[in-house]
């Protein structure tokens, strides 16, 4: 990767999105599949923490215009590989002569990112493997992209968001995407969360390959599956099976261990010939203090009695409401279309009403952001929530969800 032209191009990029919201600011209709297309375009060339923040974005559909939703979703599913020549020039900065180690490696990659690619190699004693290979000189121009992407978080001072909450969001951000960067933290994960759930036959995680791993490149040993973003082709009962495997597996996380798995991207997890759920990356783990679940809990006790008032005194709690004049018309909508997912006995959470309600309710939200603001330190798990609830959705589940939420008020001491 080369700075030059590269700030000038995320600059370009930049100034197009603030003016497609500014003209919807300000009462108009912006051209938002044009936006999403040259986004797309752009992004998924200079890849890094842009195309990783467009990605977040994108996970946000519900919130987010249609068009632009959409064409952000293609840098999940559609970014263009870097070119062989240069992932091989990072393999050979960390193995010297790849003859010594692998009989064959993949030019095609297995997987693509917006921060690395993933490339099927065979060791030299004939075993499969992945390697997760860290773009080259993304470390080099990770702080310079960051810097323009905290001027285009600026952005949100259109929505009257403070500049002191812009700030702490962009942070959490940040070393999110400087963690992603850390793949010997990664491999650690992996080992600590294989000895975690090795009891659970629901469950897989590679088993990462220290002897081949390095500062730029992860090996681990390669895992078949169909990617949850496949899932279609799927038996209902393996979707199922898989659903639940999910929706317990994130519970565990939160409430036994503190942790969540903060990347919910679909590329990220499939399912085996078993129909186990398969779990490759854990370059984005976070810590969950007990205090900020017990808010959480009570935001949700709140919205599933349907209080428009005690969910305005969860949000305060949290830090996600300030001003004056609570949105008590905006809670009750919420609420409306949450609750129904959580009601006694299975709920189908690939009903289209539920999604096509929330998408409705996305103007009415960012018309709130006045008073209605993101606690800064609940950025990354919030991301992960709602991207796990849209794989939820990619399932078609349905599940029982009030069975799984009646331990946890009584965790919480809410019940």
Known sequence: MRDRGRTRRL?????RTGGAMLKTRLGGQADWRSLGEALFEGLSELKGPAMKMAQVMSQWDDLLPADLSEELARLQRQAEPMPWPRIREALVLQYGDLDDYFSEIEERPFASASMGQVHKAI?????TVVLKVQYPGLSAVLESDLVQLKRLMRLGRWFKVPQARLDALFEELAAGLRDELDYQAEALALERYRERYADDPRLVIPEPLFALSGTHVLAMRFVDGTPLREVESLEDATRQQVAATLADWITRELFSFGELHADPHAGNFAVDDRGRLVIYDFGAVIPVPEARLEAMVALLKATLARDPMAMDEAMMAMGGRQGQGAPLSLYREAAECVAPLFEPGEQDFGDVRVHRRLRELSPKVWGAMDRLQPPADTLLLSRALNGHYWNLVRLKARLDMHAR?????????FE
């Open 11 to 15: 600059m370009g990029l930049g100034a």
């Open 405 to 413: 939420v009646e331990p946890l008020l009584a965790w919480s001491g």
């Open 123 to 127: 060791t030299l004693e004939g075993e």
